[in-house]
């Protein structure tokens, strides 16, 4: 995993030492220069916001009733009835054992709460859920006030409470028999990735037995010509269940191993099954992208081994590369590469979907983001990009804020509508001030945007399209600065 320290130019300019300075995944230009706030103020930019809203014809989804997202505590399906179902998951949606059961709950469309726990690698876990759970795994579930935990448990349970809408053939029939060995297959397919991707020798034995694996999923993904699912034309437990693990594979396996499973053609009947997928609200709501993925696995999983080939790829996904995080953004499609997305994208929807999100949050995303001018904590967790005691920098808040509003109005705007030369956007120096408008530090926002742009986390933050237009707004600021 590339993560870089940021340079000695920047820090001294801030006054601080290496060890000060929380990590980023790409590193930042060695200086910046203080700047003039001119950004519009917050209240100015809601209404730019509401302006575009309206102009654009897209508002936020009711959280409740409208499609999956990481972001609601209460899933009603317009039902008036008090859920019956408390589902504890991960807070930062990481964890692939929550969300084989969020994709069931949705799918079903099972009414229900949502109290979100920290995985250790994360932060610490609450004395509340470690009382009811000694373990502290994650998922659990409280059905009619009883609890249960394992995810195989928990979704057996919501099978047999919630008849309607079946995602299991009957048993006794041939359908739950392939249905059965399918969940053994996909337990083969996890040992067999978890082999290759996380312990380096035997690097081509092992690269052959997860291609064999995945040629006995292909094969099944084949076997029923009304597809492309599992089962055939709909959605079943079985693909609730491969889903997590596929979307991890895929990406993984690429920025590890230099191989891509999906983008290339390799498994035909795997690609029309993500696209299938990829039209599902429930799984859209729940997808996250390679990045976030390839940042959480090795804490979960203790580590992931790459080889050379995989190089390339990592630098494209981290955004070291010098092109996948900067405007313009190459397109996002069904075989765009590092990372494929069926469904596409819609560049100013989608800035408009960031700029609501930061718009509506601006205190305490200026907050998080000063961590990066701040102090690391004084307690360290396995997740590299996670610092959950990290003491923002309280003096660099003005700074942090006339940055993140630069930046709003750049997804608001289009960053090609604001002042540039030659493509490249130059913010007027407190130097060149005519004392009208206050000074920001440089250093100090520049510093805290790459800290932010590297803690953009799909899905829980924001959709793929929106994050990485956010991410690439956040470039936008930085590369000014410098």
Known sequence: MAISSFVDGVKKALGQGPETVAPAAATPPPSASDFVDTAPSWAELQKMLEDKQQQLG???????????NSG????????????????????????????????????????YTIEKINMRCYGDKPQEYTAKVPSGLLPAMELDGELIIESADVMAALEYAFPDKPLMPAKGTPAHARAT?????????FGAWLQWLCYPRNNENNKKGFLSTMGAVEKELG????????????????DCVFAPFLERIVASIAYYKGMYVRGEGRFPNLEAWFEGMEKRSSYLGSRSDF????????????????????EPVSAAVDGEDGRSWHLPLPPLHATSLPEPYSPGEQPERDRLQ??????????????????????????AFTAELSDPYAKPGMQHLGSVDAGLRLVAHALLAGAGGLPSVDGQVHLQTA???????SSADGPATLLAAAYMRDRVGVPRDLPLPAARQFR?????????LS
């Open 472 to 480: 690439a707004h956040l470039n936008w600021l930085i590369d000014s």
């Open 431 to 437: 130097a060149d001030s005519s004392g009208h408008h």
């Open 223 to 238: 076997a029923d010509p009304s597809g492309p699912f599992f089962m055939g034309a709909k959605v079943t437990l079985v």
């Open 354 to 379: 960031a700029a609501a999100k930061l718009i509506g949050n601006h205190e305490a995303v200026t907050r998080f983001a000063a961590r990066g001018c701040g102090e690391m904590g004084t307690r």
């Open 291 to 310: 990045y976030t993925h390839c940042h959480d696995l090795p804490p979960q999983l203790g580590g992931c081994c790459q080889i050379p080939e995989g």
């Open 72 to 111: 609601s505590l209460k899933r009603t399906f317009g039902s008036d009835a008090p859920p019956r179902v408390k589902l504890y998951r991960d807070s930062a949606a990481w964890c692939p054992y929550c969300q084989k059961v969020w994709l069931q709950l949705e799918e079903k469309q099972i009414p």
């Open 181 to 189: 060995a399918l969940m053994k297959l996909e337990r083969r397919l």
């Open 58 to 68: 897209w508002r936020p989804e009711n959280p409740e009733t409208g499609p999956a």
